[in-house]
């Protein structure tokens, strides 16, 4: 295999894929802190034996997403996190990990500091008329949509009982959804859009249990105020390889959540 990520032309330029995420930096930023374990693979006598992938990047199997925060603490000596930054003990487990030492004490130093939880606002709210939780929260709307068909058996005969859906998305400010879903929320097709307070379209659940989804809203003091839903697609267009009885029972709900 060729040495594409140390070439003639650009010898100092490396190209990583990271838990199949791509980035390009330089040797010199690897090796930055020679005693961290980035410094250690990258040196001049270890980093012919890395692995590749088929592309010829070095692979690293760890956390994508993540690795953006460790190389740029490795650019630029210093942590910088967006704002309502919510994985924090994940990174912490990255920099370990990588051996940063400076990036685990600044982790540990600058964890934010939460509001004392407010007791009485653990019932359900579904009036929209009713004041909100006295919880100090910021207000705001997200939207819960999932299309769905059931499961079809012998004979053609439809499982109404097994619902089947494909992905749920989430619509809102990029900040709440962080807040209510956390770590499952998953945003690889909205990375680096901007800052926390844009809106997003783009975010949708690493799970499928819209349940699960919606007993996180109620977890954060949302309540339901409105939904609509489309009717089957009994003589919609059918797309290539799906079941023909399933594509007729297909359909689309929406669910929009508030909080005062």
Request: proline share 4%; hydrophobic share 35%; aromatic share 10%.
């Amino acid at each position: 295999m060729s040495d594409k990520t140390n070439s003639v032309d650009h010898p100092g330029i490396v190209e990583l894929n990271v838990g199949g995420v791509f980035y390009t930096t330089t040797l010199s930023t690897l090796q930055k802190d020679p005693g961290c374990l980035l410094g250690k693979m990258f040196s001049d006598a270890t980093r012919k034996n890395l692995l590749r992938d088929a592309k010829g990047k070095y692979f690293i199997d760890r956390d994508g997403v993540l690795f953006r925060y460790v190389l740029d603490y490795l650019r630029n000596l210093t942590l910088v996190l967006p704002e309502n930054f919510h994985e924090r003990e994940r990174l912490k487990q990255e920099a370990e990990h990588f051996e940063l030492t400076e990036l685990v004490k600044n982790l540990n130093i600058n964890q934010p500091k939460h509001a004392a939880p407010i007791s009485g606002s653990t019932h359900v709210m579904l009036n929209p008329n009713l004041p909100g939780p006295a919880s100090g929260r910021t207000p705001g709307v997200i939207i819960v949509g999932y299309r769905g068909t059931f499961a079809f058996g012998r004979d053609g005969l439809a499982d109404v009982k097994f619902r089947k859906l494909s992905r749920i998305i989430i619509c809102g400010r990029v900040s709440l959804c962080r807040e209510v879903f956390e770590d499952t929320l998953n945003e690889s097709r909205d990375p680096d859009r901007g800052g926390t307070d844009r809106y997003t379209v783009r975010f949708f659940l690493k799970h499928t249990f819209i349940e699960q989804a919606m007993d996180m809203l109620m977890d954060k003091d949302f309540y339901l105020v409105g939904s609509c839903g489309s009717g089957t697609n009994s003589c919609g267009e059918i797309k290539p390889g799906l079941d023909i009885e399933e594509a007729k029972w297909q359909h689309y709900n929406e669910f929009v959540f508030a909080r005062k």
